[in-house]
């Protein structure tokens, strides 16, 4: 099994960044791709982004160009760098890993983290 567990959720103002982490424990991080969800209240569970075993990756269309998602495979470790935020990216974020492929479907993933509250104040 995979343990995850992400940090970095804060409060920033509009315009502001925030740079999420998650820390992989058990299993062998290299082999799975890692993705980043959110949820704010009232909707549905989102897409943010995923990249792959060997850096592949994608992004949702509401955060391109702004957000930035990378791995570490030494230290179990993957990051999404949020800049230019915006009050619409208040949610929990959440890291999964998934066994297979690279996906977008929060259904695909295997491990979820408890989640990270980022709030974006205007």
């Known amino acids: 099994q995979v343990q995850l567990a992400e940090s970095g959720g804060g409060l920033v103002q509009a315009g502001g960044s925030l740079r999420l982490s998650c820390v992989a424990s058990?299993?062998?991080?290299?082999?799975?791709?890692m993705g980043w969800f959110r949820q704010a209240p009232g909707r549905e569970h989102e897409f943010v982004a995923v990249i792959g075993r060997y850096g592949g990756y994608l992004y949702a269309d509401s955060v391109k160009g702004r957000f930035t998602i990378s791995r570490d495979n030494v230290k179990k470790m993957v990051y999404l760098q949020m800049n230019t935020l915006k009050p619409e990216d208040t949610a929990v974020y959440f890291c999964?890993?998934?066994?297979?492929?690279?996906?977008?479907?929060?259904?695909?993933?295997?491990?979820w983290g408890q989640g990270t509250q980022v709030t974006v104040s205007s």
């Open positions: 999964a890993a998934n066994s297979g492929l690279i996906a977008t479907r929060g259904r695909e993933y295997d491990y």
């Open positions: 058990g299993g062998t991080f290299s082999n799975y791709a």
